[in-house]
């Protein structure tokens, strides 16, 4: 679905919410403000209807998020001073942040792909139109032949990420490793799902520390005792795959019993979920175990993310949630799809965003842990499609001890 690269440039869709016609010269007139030049509608009344959803547009250009283009159009109204050295700056000075990781701006240029990518629908819009249209009731089986193609992508999305991952050290940018991700995309003819992705501005999510997820790669420096979660989704073939791990920055993180209790208890609770897929198990199943072994080592789950269908399809239904009193339906059929990608953390399981509204963090600022795997159902269990390979970046180590001789 969706090969909008093989309509050529000249014949722009309509940005109309739920329209499939071709856009007239209509242009949204704060879209021009903005410098925006994507912002063509069929019709003045097909405007006014998408009026309520297409201005979310204009506050993400306003955002700061977007590329230096618009940045100089629309200056941010409270910039701190850049570094007269390095040019750096926080973009958001007077935000009450509540751990210690910093946006460290400006952020690089969006990246680029060759034309003879396939794309998904939002690559130019920046709204996955298609998706908002699906049947949340609907879960799609996959025949043999697009299960075929869900091992293929899913094979290359563990190659890109353990490339990415080869690449985590103290004292490299989030910034670089996006870059890593990005050509290792394109080198397999892949689109790097989460780019322009309801406008998110690069090709994967890096989320370090506090933050719990939708962490947007910057120029911020990965120090010695980090904790940071790769999440890497491609498009390829027609298929999407998604799958995160949460990686080790140094051996101070190994040696801190906080931070490897909270990411080998959720890398566990991932396996522990994984193991009960087959024919018959119940979607809501997967929460109960997740949550009792994080609660058994004193951490606890976030339930405003949950994992998710994918196919053709980013984000299709069922919605899979990771805590235990869930009443969502569903039941696991052979030729279903879909992630299971527990976050947990060492204090309270809420969440705030920060002014860029991707950057999702914990509000106490405590560390949280992510994993995920994309899987399909088989007659008899699962196939883990993005299983790591034996050599992998990361992977388990034992949880150190703490002073007094007790596991932390
Ligand atoms: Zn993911
Ligand atoms: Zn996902």
Same mark, same amino acid.
């Given at each position: +679905?969706?090969?909008?690269?093989?309509?050529?440039?000249?014949?722009?869709?309509?940005?109309?919410?739920?329209?499939?016609?071709?856009?007239?010269?209509?242009?949204?007139?704060?879209?021009?403000?903005?410098g +925006?030049?994507?912002?063509?509608?069929?019709?003045?009344?097909?405007?006014?209807?998408?009026?309520?959803?297409? @201005?979310? =547009?204009?506050?993400?250009?306003?955002?700061k998020?977007?590329?230096?283009?618009?940045?100089?159009?629309?200056?941010?109204?409270?910039v701190?001073?850049?570094?007269?050295?390095?040019?750096?700056?926080?973009?958001?000075?007077?935000y009450?942040?509540?751990?210690?990781?910093r946006?460290?701006y400006?952020?690089?240029?969006?990246?680029?792909?060759?034309?003879s990518?396939?794309?998904?629908?939002?690559?130019?819009?920046?709204?996955?139109?298609?998706?908002?249209?699906?049947?949340?009731m609907?879960?799609?089986?996959?025949?043999?032949?697009?299960?075929?193609? +869900?091992?293929? =992508?899913?094979?290359?999305a563990?190659e890109?990420?353990?490339?990415?991952?080869?690449?985590?050290?103290?004292?490299?940018?989030?910034?670089?490793l996006?870059?890593?991700?990005?050509?290792?995309?394109?080198?397999?003819?892949?689109?790097?799902?989460?780019?322009?992705?309801?406008?998110?501005?690069?090709?994967?999510?890096t989320?370090?520390?506090?933050?719990?997820?939708?962490?947007?790669?910057?120029?911020?420096?990965?120090?010695?005792?980090?904790?940071?979660?790769?999440?890497i989704?491609i498009?390829?073939?027609g298929?999407?795959?998604?799958?995160?791990?949460?990686?080790?920055?140094?051996?101070?993180?190994?040696?801190?019993?906080?931070?490897?209790?909270?990411?080998?208890?959720?890398?566990?609770?991932?396996? +522990?979920?994984?193991?009960?897929?087959?024919?018959?198990t119940?979607?809501r199943?997967?929460?109960?175990v997740?949550?009792?072994?994080a609660?058994?080592?004193?951490?606890?789950?976030?339930?405003?993310?949950?994992?998710?269908?994918?196919?053709t399809?980013?984000?299709?239904?069922?919605?899979?949630?990771?805590?235990?009193?869930?009443k969502?339906?569903?039941?696991? @059929?052979?030729?279903?799809t879909f992630?299971?990608?527990?976050?947990?953390?060492?204090?309270?399981?809420?969440e705030?965003?920060?002014?860029?509204?991707w950057?999702?963090?914990? =509000?106490?600022?405590k560390?949280?842990?992510?994993?995920?795997?994309?899987?399909? =159902?088989?007659?008899?269990?699962?196939?883990?499609?993005?299983a790591?390979?034996?050599?992998?970046?990361?992977?388990?180590?034992?949880?150190?001890?703490t002073?007094?001789?007790?596991?932390?």
């Amino acid at each position: +679905m969706g090969d909008i690269a093989s309509e050529g440039p000249s014949k722009k869709k309509c940005l109309g919410v739920d329209c499939d016609n071709d856009a007239e010269a209509l242009q949204c007139p704060t879209c021009l403000k903005l410098g +925006m030049k994507d912002g063509f509608f069929c019709s003045q009344d097909c405007f006014k209807k998408s009026w309520t959803e297409h @201005k979310t =547009v204009h506050k993400t250009a306003q955002g700061k998020t977007q590329d230096g283009i618009l940045r100089k159009i629309i200056p941010p109204k409270v910039v701190s001073e850049p570094d007269p050295v390095t040019g750096l700056y926080n973009p958001f000075p007077t935000y009450s942040f509540t751990g210690s990781v910093r946006p460290v701006y400006p952020l690089s240029p969006m990246r680029t792909l060759p034309k003879s990518i396939r794309r998904p629908d939002w690559s130019e819009t920046g709204i996955p139109k298609a998706e908002r249209r699906l049947n949340r009731m609907k879960i799609d089986i996959l025949d043999a032949e697009g299960q075929e193609a +869900m091992r293929k =992508v899913c094979r290359l999305a563990r190659e890109v990420l353990d490339i990415t991952a080869a690449e985590v050290r103290p004292g490299i940018t989030t910034d670089h490793l996006d870059e890593v991700c990005h050509k290792a995309c394109v080198e397999r003819d892949a689109y790097p799902s989460p780019l322009n992705y309801n406008h998110f501005p690069k090709s994967l999510c890096t989320s370090p520390n506090e933050v719990v997820c939708h962490g947007i790669p910057d120029q911020r420096i990965l120090l010695d005792g980090d904790i940071v979660n790769l999440d890497i989704s491609i498009y390829h073939g027609g298929y999407h795959a998604d799958l995160n791990e949460t990686y080790y920055v140094g051996d101070r993180a190994r040696a801190d019993p906080d931070s490897v209790r909270v990411v080998e208890t959720t890398r566990e609770c991932l396996d +522990m979920a994984i193991e009960l897929v087959k024919p018959g198990t119940l979607l809501r199943d997967f929460g109960k175990v997740i949550e009792k072994h994080a609660n058994s080592r004193n951490c606890a789950v976030h339930t405003t993310w949950g994992g998710h269908g994918i196919n053709t399809e980013f984000h299709p239904p069922p919605w899979i949630p990771h805590y235990g009193k869930s009443k969502v339906p569903g039941v696991c @059929k052979p030729g279903m799809t879909f992630t299971i990608e527990p976050i947990l953390t060492l204090g309270k399981p809420r969440e705030v965003y920060w002014p860029d509204e991707w950057t999702n963090v914990t =509000v106490d600022g405590k560390r949280t842990a992510q994993f995920e795997h994309t899987l399909l =159902v088989t007659e008899t269990g699962v196939e883990v499609l993005t299983a790591r390979l034996d050599n992998s970046p990361g992977g388990p180590i034992p949880i150190p001890t703490t002073d007094n001789g007790n596991s932390a």
